[in-house]
């Protein structure tokens, strides 16, 4: 079997790899940064296929398709993304839309034409990564937390499509809290609260897509946190998450 995997130069997407590798599956790796996929090949070997690609384009999200569409993939991984932190108006513009293209477009894109070549098999898994965040307004963070919660309801509404129509093809999503990976030297913050390993967090996610989970929260914590959120007064969730947003760029 055929794994796509993208932002696969580190963090959760490298450790997808290595744990997908074990189990032999044959890998195709994507991300911006060719020295770290050419690292996590050589650390591999021979079961891994290596496409330096920045995804943020649509042109290139099908440009990657139409390289790979032959390649029969059975489980496709969208994973790439990053954030950006600070107040709404003081935040660069062009960033920010750089990472809604990323976070949303090449998600959105990806899933779309990969998921037409799976239904016409009535096979495949994709699973798309968004993060708690999803479930909250993130001040300091908005337009970040919003790229997640598109992920998150995007992915559900295909899940339920797909229930429907009695398909065989599973979509699911990936809800982590903080995980110890690359995330916070781009958006430039420290997390609030302690982090999950991203090995863990990444076993964790594969185990629970092979079980067709939905929406796939690793930790007690984060889904203690999830269930809260349910619970409050937005208004007061806003306060709290703003304190939370803020200690990031205090530590």
């Known amino acids: 079997m055929k794994v796509l995997i993208t932002g696969a130069s580190s963090g959760i997407g490298a450790d997808m790899a290595r744990i997908l590798s074990k189990k032999g599956f044959d890998l195709i790796l994507v991300a911006r940064d060719k020295k770290g996929l050419e690292t996590i090949k050589k650390e591999l070997g021979g079961n891994v296929k290596i496409i330096p690609i920045d995804i943020s384009s649509t042109f290139n999200c099908m440009k990657l398709y139409n390289k790979l569409k032959k390649e029969k993939i059975d489980i496709l991984i969208n994973n790439a993304g990053f954030g950006v932190f600070g107040n709404f108006y003081e935040t660069n513009l062009d960033r920010e839309l750089d990472m809604i293209d990323l976070n949303i477009k090449a998600v959105h894109t990806l899933t779309k034409v990969f998921l037409k070549d799976f239904k016409e098999r009535n096979s495949g898994y994709i699973l798309n990564v968004a993060s708690s965040a999803a479930f909250l307004s993130g001040p300091l963070m908005g337009a970040y937390y919003a790229t997640k919660g598109y992920v998150l309801k995007l992915t559900e509404a295909i899940h339920e499509e797909l229930r429907r129509q009695n398909s065989a093809v599973y979509v699911g999503v990936l809800c982590p809290g903080p995980v110890n990976t690359n ?18 967090v990444s076993e964790y996610a594969i185990n629970q897509m092979f079980k067709r989970k939905l929406v796939i929260i690793p930790g007690i914590f984060i889904k203690i946190s999830v269930f809260i959120t349910r619970l409050l007064p937005r208004k007061l969730l806003l306060r709290i998450n703003y304190k939370l947003q803020k200690k990031k760029a205090d530590n």
């Open 183 to 200: 995330f916070n030297n781009v958006a430039g913050v420290k997390f609030s609260v302690k982090a999950m390993d991203s090995e863990i």
